[in-house]
Nanobody, 114 residues
């Protein structure tokens, strides 16, 4: 099973993008679905999480601007990003944790210009 992330691109500050991450096959035993990001020269940063029961949490840096959601039927997780700022520029990675292993997408680049 592979995760395919998409939706990245170049956007002006204040703009929006929606990232998608879809699994190529069946994934069972999901514990959590997350988005991470890694800005140039910085460590990887956790962005958002959604649990099987629907609980959601965000990093302080994106709270109120980003929204995580999922589509169980499509085995997909999404990240709606609004009010983007230059410091949101990063490669964004999706992650699905199961009771057996952790799956990672290949990353999608988001560039926010000022």
């Amino acid at each position: 099973v592979q995760l395919q992330a998409s939706g990245g691109g170049v956007v002006q500050a204040g703009g929006s993008l929606k990232l998608s991450c879809a699994a190529s096959g069946s994934i069972i035993g999901v514990k959590a679905m997350r988005w991470y990001r890694q800005a140039p020269g910085k460590e990887c940063e956790w962005v958002a999480i959604i649990l099987p029961n629907g609980s959601i949490n965000y990093a302080d840096s994106v709270e109120g601007r980003f929204s995580i959601s999922r589509d169980r039927a499509k085995k997909a997780v999404y990240l709606q990003m609004n009010s983007l700022e230059p410091w949101d520029t990063a490669v964004y990675y999706c992650n699905i944790d199961t009771v057996w292993k952790s799956y990672w997408g290949q990353g999608t680049l988001v560039t926010v210009s000022s």
